[in-house]
């Protein structure tokens, strides 16, 4: 009979799984011992919150469920960040951890969390495994959990004796999830006519679209309800990618730095139909004014998303994509005319635009020549900030899985390991991460992993010298007091200020790059943007490109916190 | 408001504490709760008493109803259930107060479970308002200790 080191491989091959990112320790050496001989790719990181994001990115980008594995104790602690944040946006994962044996748990044993107690909030679901004889079903049941339903990572915490345990008797495997936990799918057919009907009779109806579209891998659906009703499509961060932005109906994105189009359009509309998206507090600005005029729809496979921030009209629980392909032929093709040219005057009124004359460099000058050179091809990863607003402005995405972020939990160091994640997924594409000059250095060290795997990943860094949207932050709303959010030595508070040994900025990252194996370039200059990217592009190794760009550039539009998204504030003048 | 909310859960370890957990998680104090397994070994029934907001609440229950290990959810609150809870009470009764305690007890249905030389220990199973109202009526004798179940819920059928 097997081991359980051996069952878990036997079940992560059941479950398709090719590629696995992690780090060893002591309580799963034998995990890894059975790893040796297996036929998957093994990422090796440098931290395991590393792991954690390269499964994430690894996920968005193919679809397919992430695997990391990690050791007992800080292995496990480490994991929380990453499997946070793939909590908060949906995203399929299981996480296995070694643990100390079942004898010493609860002895405050060397290296040992109570990794379950831990996890426990940051999960959909996790184990502590007590018998050899459940591991086939739990690591079976863990990737069911992962990617059904609304999607979500998974721990199993395995202690070292189970992993070297006999199994005894292969077939205890009572099924735990039981039949009345599958979701509906298909979605109550009188809601979707009363939908229908809603649509029909609308005037000036809009789609406010999330990242449950993409999850749900009903981008063709929605794309054919939006055309053939005529109905304005406006994204979240995590729909990015879902609508076609290149489509006049596409608003593009809502909410605190949303166009001002799609804000606009949310705050006339009279019909809202969310699909796969959660009225997140960042989207709705002030809830009890947001869609104001509108009879709210909402289409999810989750039944705790309805009526949570929004008491909705009409709620359609259900895979979106059943449920799209179940309305859309009972909607009318009917041309609301005044309602889009009403759209199509806001979106030549306010464009997305920054000042295009600057004699400095502009970050969003940078993302548009991303977008221009990779004629929106390319798959955007990116940090959080303020240039995780400019890259949903200045890139158009055209289709699903092609913007990859953290939205829910707003990880900053999760750019570079999820890029390297889904270059490992999809190692024909062109991967590219932006970053803040603060949040790459989160998990810089990550970079390695790229060089070593082949993975020609390149790293943007729009380097203004400080936290960019703290300082935005603090410049509107904090009497431009700017605490802690200087990265360079000059303009830091009197007791934040340091012995100055370098004039310069620290760290160098085109000396980082290089130390990691990888190329560096910098730029500083308008002209000097398109030739660095070229040059990038064509080598087929990770490159890093700082550039430097103006230090004190804000993000607008922008929904001051608390106000409702018909306060737009578009721009510091 | 107070809600009372039923639980049918997998009989395992960690389920407990999830359950717990997203409660506790929004600042919501639990006063009462009850877990035992069920006619089927391998289900337990929880019933949870718990006040706060009734949208927050309604939250609470679909999440909870998303929890693998959980089977089904209900609120009972406003709908037609049947609640019970069960109370032993130590009381003081010296010989000369006994049976004054003793027929204070018989009045509500209490039975005596036990005799002590100072004391006698109540029990009664009831609603919570009768329960309370037994309480106030023994406090002036001198109550040594409580115990109770917390209130257990079933729905009731048509």
């Known amino acids: 009979m097997k081991t359980g080191a051996a069952c878990v491989i036997d079940g992560l091959k059941k479950a398709g799984v090719k590629t696995i990112f992690g780090i060893p320790g002591g309580q799963v050496l034998d995990l890894f011992a059975a790893l040796y001989h297996a036929p998957f790719e093994f990422i090796l990181t440098r931290h395991e919150q590393g792991a954690t994001h390269m499964a994430d990115g690894y996920s968005r980008a193919t679809g397919k469920v992430g695997c990391c594995l990690v050791t007992s104790g800080p292995g496990?602690?480490?994991?929380?960040?990453?499997?946070a944040t793939a909590y908060m946006d949906g995203i399929p994962m299981v996480c296995i951890s070694g643990q100390v044996p079942s004898h010493m748990i609860g002895n405050d044993a060397f290296q040992e969390a109570d990794t379950t107690g831990i996890t426990r909030p940051v999960t959909k679901h996790n184990y502590l495994v007590k018998s050899v004889n459940d591991l086939p079903r739990i690591i079976a049941e863990a990737f069911q959990i992962a990617a059904s339903g609304k999607p979500g990572p998974v721990l199993i915490d395995i202690p070292k004796d189970v992993q070297r345990a006999t199994m005894t008797d292969a077939g205890a495997t009572r099924q735990v999830i039981r039949q009345g936990k599958q979701p509906d799918l298909k979605g109550d057919p009188r809601r979707i006519r009363a939908l229908a009907d809603a649509i029909n009779k609308a005037q000036r109806p809009l789609l406010y679209v999330g990242g449950g579209v993409i999850a749900g891998?009903?981008?063709?659906?929605?794309?054919?309800?939006?055309?053939?009703?005529?109905?304005?499509?406006?994204?979240?961060?995590?729909?990015?990618?879902?609508?076609?932005?290149?489509?006049?109906?596409?608003?593009?994105?809502?909410?605190?730095?949303?166009?001002?189009?799609?804000?606009k359009a949310v705050s006339e509309c009279d019909l809202l139909i969310a699909v796969g998206a959660r009225f997140d507090d960042r989207v709705t600005g002030k809830?009890?004014?947001?869609?104001?005029?509108?009879?709210?729809?909402?289409?999810?496979?989750d039944p705790s998303a309805i009526d949570k921030s929004v008491r909705t009209h009409i709620a359609v629980l259900g895979h979106?994509?059943?449920?799209?392909?179940?309305?859309?032929?009972?909607?009318?093709?009917?041309?609301?005319?005044?309602w889009l040219r009403q759209i199509h005057a806001w979106q030549k009124a306010y464009p997305l635009t920054y000042e295009r004359n600057a004699s400095d460099l502009l970050p969003q000058f940078v993302i548009e020549q991303v977008d221009a050179v990779t004629r929106g091809n390319a798959i955007i990863v990116t940090d959080v900030g303020q240039h995780q607003m400019w890259a949903t402005h200045f890139f158009r995405y055209t289709r699903p899985r092609t913007f990859l972020s953290s939205g829910g939990l707003g990880t900053?160091?999760?750019?570079?390991?999820?890029?390297?994640?889904?270059?490992?997924?999809?190692?024909?594409?062109?991967?590219?991460?932006?970053?803040?000059?603060?949040?790459?250095?989160m998990n810089f060290q990550e970079l390695v992993v790229a060089v070593e795997h082949d993975l020609p990943v390149k790293v943007i860094i729009l380097n203004n010298g400080c936290l960019g949207m703290v300082r935005q932050w603090q410049e509107m709303f904090y009497k431009s007091e700017y605490s802690a959010s200087q990265l360079?030595?000059?303009?830091?508070?009197?007791?934040?200020?340091?012995?100055?040994?370098?004039?310069?900025?620290?760290?160098?990252f085109v000396k980082m790059a290089e130390?990691?194996?990888?190329?560096?370039?910098?730029?500083?200059?308008?002209?000097?943007?398109?030739?660095?990217?070229?040059?990038?592009?064509?080598?087929?190794?990770?490159?890093?490109?700082?550039?430097?760009?103006?230090?004190?550039e804000n993000v607008y539009p922008m929904v001051p916190p608390g106000a409702s998204l018909n306060e737009m504030i578009h721009s510091m003048a | 408001m107070k809600h009372v909310i039923t639980a049918l859960v997998e009989n395992q370890p960690g389920v407990l504490a999830r359950v717990v957990g997203l409660i506790s998680g929004r600042g919501y104090n639990i006063e009462s709760l009850n877990v035992a397994p069920t006619q089927d070994p391998n289900m337990s029934r929880m019933t949870i008493k718990v006040p706060g907001d009734d949208h927050v609440l309604e939250q609470v229950t679909r999440q909870l109803n998303k929890l693998v290990d959980v089977i089904r959810v209900s609120d009972l609150t406003g709908r037609r259930h049947l609640s019970r809870e069960l109370v032993l009470v130590d009381v003081l009764a010296p010989a000369a107060k006994r049976a004054e305690v003793v027929q204070l007890a018989a009045l509500f249905g209490a039975r005596v479970a036990s005799v002590q030389v100072r004391s006698v220990t109540l029990e009664m199973v009831g609603d919570e308002d009768t329960i309370s109202n037994l309480l106030t009526l023994l406090k002036p004798h001198g109550i040594q200790d409580i115990a109770r179940t917390g209130e257990i819920a079933v729905a009731r059928g048509g």
């Open chain 1, 76 to 83: 496990a602690t480490n994991t929380v960040t990453g499997l």
């Open chain 1, 217 to 263: 891998d009903a981008a063709r659906e929605l794309t054919a309800l939006a055309r053939k009703a005529g109905i304005p499509v406006t994204t979240t961060l995590m729909g990015l990618g879902a609508f076609p932005e290149t489509d006049p109906l596409a608003l593009r994105m809502l909410g605190m730095h949303g166009s001002v189009p799609a804000n």
């Open chain 1, 287 to 301: 809830i009890s004014e947001f869609a104001p005029k509108a009879i709210k729809a909402h289409i999810d496979i």
């Open chain 1, 320 to 338: 979106v994509r059943h449920v799209l392909k179940a309305l859309t032929p009972q909607v009318r093709a009917i041309r609301r005319t005044p």
């Open chain 1, 412 to 441: 900053m160091g999760y750019g570079l390991p999820a890029a390297i994640g889904a270059q490992a997924g999809l190692r024909d594409r062109t991967v590219i991460t932006l970053a803040g000059d603060g949040s790459i250095q």
């Open chain 1, 488 to 508: 360079g030595q000059s303009g830091r508070a009197k007791n934040e200020r340091i012995r100055s040994t370098t004039n310069g900025y620290l760290p160098d």
């Open chain 1, 515 to 552: 130390a990691h194996g990888a190329v560096g370039m910098r730029v500083s200059k308008n002209r000097e943007v398109q030739p660095a990217l070229r040059k990038a592009l064509a080598i087929h190794r990770p490159v890093v490109i700082e550039c430097i760009v103006r230090p004190d």
